[in-house]
Every structure is written in structure tokens, then in C-alpha cells.
């Protein structure tokens, strides 16, 4: 039973991948973290003895600290935070809990560079349909949820990526795009190793419709349906991500905990 201060692998497993996840910072020493250089999905790095400076980035929180054996550190860093006002827990067993119940690490290499603030950039082609919001929601969602997302003309895709230090995706002959018959929603699940329940049957919808492979499953012509809708709704691109990111949370925990739910009408069946 966790104490008030704490909370379980478990517990955090089920928040990764929805709105409600906390921000988790992750607060090991180098000497560990090079031991074993991968991330729980969405943490960042801050160094123990400097939380003052990150505090008044954090707002009220809820915040998670993270750091290798859940003991001295994250508990003492999330005192020190509660201190400031900010409610925050650490997790129990820390990294080496959720390694060994078999939850996903994401690579610390595979991450693209961040600013100042701890963001990554990704630009992209505008108008974006399936996989150029599909992609932003995996971002925020399991590796970054503060990135920000350039749209541009297809042309300035590989210009303004150099000029402004940005991750270029789902363009052609990019790393982050499309391999084979994959598209580049696939390649970020495999490139972060982002094995969590659901994601899996939720790229095989996304894969179906971004492909124009409809027929191999049954969702993706309802997911394409409302991308295009959203896509006339909506001139600007931000806006269509933001309303974007409410579909794909809504797709995800449809493919996590309701895939095989059936509808009950009527009700006297």
C-alpha cells in the first residue's frame, strides 16, 4: 500500500499515455544514469541538488520524481518540492521497479536535442491529415509534453529545421518518417521501444489509414473520417493538433482498456 508521498509502478503505468499523467522528473546521479542511460516515457533530467532552480517551472504540480532505487533522493527532492507548495509524490522502487516489472525504457539516444527548457522542436509539412497528428500526440503524450511542432510549406520543411534546431518528421527520406510499409508513427514506437498495452493496436488503426490500407482494420476508416473532417474544420494547424490530441487520447484508451467492449442495444438483450 503506497503512503500518501509515493506511488506505485503500477499506478504510474496506467497514467503514461493519457492527460492526466504528471510531469515526472527524473533525478538520478550521472554515475547511474550512464549506467543504464534510458528514460521512463515522458521524464526529463534535473539534477538532485539544484531543484531550487526547476521549482518555479513546475507550477503546483502533480509532480513524480523519479530516481533509481526510489529512496533518499526522489523522496528528499519531492520534500523539498512539497515545501514549495507543489504536490509531489516519488515512485516506489524508482527506475529499477519499473525495469523489473517489464515496462518500457525509452533510449536517451533517440531522444532529439532539447532547449533550455527541456523541449523538443519537430517541423513538419502543413495541413497535416493522419500521421502528422498522430505523431505529435505519441510526442506528448510518451516522450515529451512540452514539445512544440512547426508547420510548414513542404519546401522549408529541411530549411527551417536547420535554421531553428528542429527535428524534421514524416517527410520523405527523413529518419523520422515512413520505412517500407510502415509509416512514422511505426518508426517512433520502435525507435523509443514504446511496448505499453494498446499502442500496438493502436498504430495497426493508424498504419490502415495512413496507408490507404482501409480494409486491414476495421477502425482506421473511422479514424480517417474524422481526420479529414478535423482538417476542414479547422485553417490552422495548432488548432486541428489541439483537437487532435482529444481523438487520439480517445482512440488509445479505446485500443488499451475497451477493444473488445460491444455496444448492449437493445437493452433486453
Same mark, same amino acid.
Given at each position: 500500500?503506497?503512503?500518501?508521498?509515493?506511488?506505485?509502478?503500477?499506478? #504510474?503505468?496506467?497514467?503514461?499515455?493519457?492527460?492526466?499523467?504528471?510531469?515526472?522528473?527524473?533525478?538520478?546521479?550521472?554515475?547511474?544514469?550512464?549506467?543504464?542511460?534510458?528514460?521512463?516515457?515522458?521524464?526529463?533530467?534535473?539534477?538532485?541538488?539544484?531543484?531550487?532552480?526547476?521549482?518555479?517551472?513546475?507550477?503546483?504540480?502533480?509532480?513524480?520524481?523519479?530516481?533509481?532505487?526510489?529512496?533518499?533522493?526522489?523522496?528528499?527532492?519531492?520534500?523539498?518540492?512539497?515545501?514549495?507548495?507543489?504536490?509531489?509524490?516519488?515512485?516506489?522502487?524508482?527506475?529499477?521497479?519499473?525495469?523489473?516489472?517489464? #515496462?518500457?525504457?525509452?533510449?536517451?539516444?533517440?531522444?532529439?536535442?532539447?532547449?533550455?527548457?527541456?523541449?523538443?522542436?519537430?517541423?513538419?509539412?502543413?495541413?497535416?491529415?493522419?500521421?502528422?497528428?498522430?505523431?505529435?500526440?505519441?510526442?506528448?503524450?510518451?516522450?515529451?509534453?512540452?514539445?512544440?511542432?512547426?508547420?510548414?510549406?513542404?519546401?522549408?520543411?529541411?530549411?527551417?529545421?536547420?535554421?531553428?534546431?528542429?527535428?524534421?518528421?514524416?517527410?520523405?527520406?527523413?529518419?523520422?518518417?515512413?520505412?517500407?510499409?510502415?509509416?512514422?508513427?511505426?518508426?517512433?514506437?520502435?525507435?523509443? %521501444?514504446?511496448?505499453?498495452?494498446?499502442?500496438?493496436?493502436?498504430?495497426?488503426?493508424?498504419?490502415?489509414?495512413?496507408?490507404?490500407?482501409?480494409?486491414?482494420?476495421? %477502425?482506421?476508416?473511422? #479514424?480517417?473520417?474524422?481526420?479529414?473532417?478535423?482538417?476542414?474544420?479547422?485553417?490552422?494547424?495548432?488548432?486541428? #493538433?489541439?483537437?487532435?490530441?482529444?481523438?487520439?487520447?480517445?482512440?488509445?484508451?479505446?485500443?488499451?482498456?475497451?477493444?473488445?467492449?460491444?455496444?448492449?442495444?437493445?437493452?433486453?438483450?
Amino acid at each position: 500500500m503506497p503512503s500518501l508521498n509515493t506511488i506505485t509502478v503500477s499506478q #504510474l503505468a496506467r497514467l503514461i499515455g493519457t492527460p492526466d499523467c504528471p510531469k515526472l522528473v527524473d533525478v538520478c546521479i550521472d554515475e547511474d544514469f550512464h549506467d543504464d542511460p534510458r528514460f521512463i516515457p515522458t521524464s526529463f533530467r534535473h539534477p538532485y541538488n539544484l531543484i531550487d532552480e526547476l521549482a518555479p517551472q513546475l507550477g503546483d504540480g502533480p509532480i513524480i520524481v523519479i530516481c533509481q532505487k526510489g529512496k533518499k533522493l526522489s523522496a528528499g527532492v519531492a520534500a523539498l518540492l512539497r515545501l514549495e507548495g507543489i504536490h509531489a509524490q516519488y515512485l516506489e522502487g524508482g527506475i529499477f521497479a519499473w525495469r523489473d516489472a517489464g #515496462l518500457p525504457l525509452v533510449p536517451a539516444k533517440a531522444i532529439p536535442p532539447t532547449d533550455s527548457q527541456n523541449r523538443t522542436t519537430w517541423v513538419t509539412r502543413h495541413r497535416p491529415k493522419i500521421d502528422r497528428i498522430a505523431c505529435p500526440w505519441l510526442i506528448r503524450r510518451f516522450i515529451d509534453p512540452s514539445a512544440r511542432f512547426l508547420f510548414v510549406a513542404p519546401a522549408e520543411v529541411e530549411a527551417v529545421a536547420e535554421k531553428f534546431n528542429a527535428t524534421p518528421f514524416d517527410i520523405e527520406d527523413a529518419f523520422w518518417s515512413h520505412r517500407g510499409d510502415t509509416c512514422t508513427f511505426d518508426t517512433m514506437i520502435a525507435e523509443w %521501444q514504446l511496448e505499453f498495452t494498446g499502442l500496438r493496436r493502436l498504430a495497426e488503426i493508424i498504419r490502415a489509414a495512413d496507408t490507404d490500407k482501409i480494409d486491414s482494420s476495421p %477502425q482506421a476508416a473511422g #479514424l480517417m473520417a474524422a481526420s479529414l473532417g478535423l482538417s476542414r474544420l479547422y485553417k490552422d494547424d495548432l488548432a486541428q #493538433l489541439d483537437a487532435g490530441m482529444l481523438l487520439y487520447d480517445a482512440f488509445y484508451r479505446w485500443a488499451r482498456d475497451a477493444f473488445d467492449e460491444t455496444h448492449d442495444w437493445p437493452t433486453s438483450r
